[in-house]
């Protein structure tokens, strides 16, 4: 038997609308990555230009599908360019919902019964009351 993760569509909250994504598994090092890229304290606005780009890029090999429609209801192709030519707020958010879709809990697993009798122990077991005063 092997065992295969799956990918599951996430909704990313926007500001006009949920967007369902899919996304890829993210690695312990691309949450890593992702989350210094963030981070844009203090630096120059050709490294805040820099560092967008690179989010767009690992935006555009992490996302598998999304429901995003241009003004003439096309959908947006899930690209290195269209993800470029997006705003930051926009790709702020699909980097938030890919850490939140890497952090959800899957579902416990439904628990079957045996459908067997009950144990015998269980029906053998005294069943006296306690006395009101124990020894001391």
Do not use: C
């Not at 209801?73 to 790709?91: I, K, N």
Request: aromatic share 6%.
């Amino acid at each position: 038997m092997t065992y295969k993760r799956t990918n599951q569509p996430h909704g990313v909250e926007l500001d006009d609308g949920t967007l369902t994504v899919t996304y890829r598994r993210m690695s312990v090092g691309q949450l890593a990555d992702l989350r210094s890229l963030q981070d844009m304290t203090g630096v120059t606005r050709d490294t805040v230009l820099a560092r967008y780009a690179e989010i767009a890029d690992m935006l555009a090999g992490a996302i598998i599908a999304w429901d995003y429609v241009d003004e003439d209801d096309q959908a947006v192709p899930v690209t290195v360019e269209s993800l470029r030519g997006q705003d930051a707020q926009f790709l702020i958010a699909l980097a938030r919902g890919w850490m939140e879709a890497g952090a959800s809990v899957p579902a416990p697993l439904e628990r079957r019964s045996t459908g067997g009798d009950p144990s015998p122990v269980e029906l053998t077991l005294p069943q006296e009351s306690l006395s009101e005063n124990p020894p001391s």
